[in-house]
């Protein structure tokens, strides 16, 4: 081979050589475009993290708050309302005692009535048997 011959050969080693960096560079310009994406994606996701964080300690926040008030609820319920609640019953007993209690006279007038009403059988079963 001449020197012509292995320069020609070199020059196209070197033409080919640098299309193919042409390639790589173009390759890696598309891959940076891409890193700019993926890093732009990031950032978004990032933001949409911290509303998703805010929110939580929102919620947070609300579910403490519910808390307190299921416990006063609950002190209110033990400490007021069966309280109330007991002193209901109890009235109620007694009312019902005192109804019982008056209704004690009823009860015997109704008892006499009927041995009342037995006596005049037998009264006039007699009669009958006298007569």
């Known amino acids: 081979m001449t020197d012509s011959e292995k320069l020609n050969h070199i020059l196209t080693e070197m033409q080919s050589m640098k299309t193919e960096m042409r390639d790589v560079k ?7 475009a891409e890193m700019q994406d993926v890093k732009a994606e990031m950032q978004d996701m990032k933001a949409e993290m911290q509303d998703v964080k805010a929110e939580m ?7 403490h708050e519910i808390k307190q ?10 400490n007021e309302i069966r309280v109330n609640i007991q002193r209901v019953a109890e009235g109620h007993l007694d009312l019902s005692r005192n109804l019982h209690d ?14 009342v009403r037995m006596l005049e059988t037998d009264v006039k079963e007699l009669k009958t048997k006298l007569a």
């Open 102 to 115: 008056a209704m004690r006279p009823s009860n015997e007038v109704e008892m006499l009535a009927i041995k």
């Open 69 to 78: 008030k299921v416990t006063k609820t609950d002190l209110t319920l033990e």
């Open 26 to 32: 173009a390759e890696m310009q598309s891959m940076k």
């Open 57 to 63: 300690c929102d919620m947070k926040d609300d579910i």
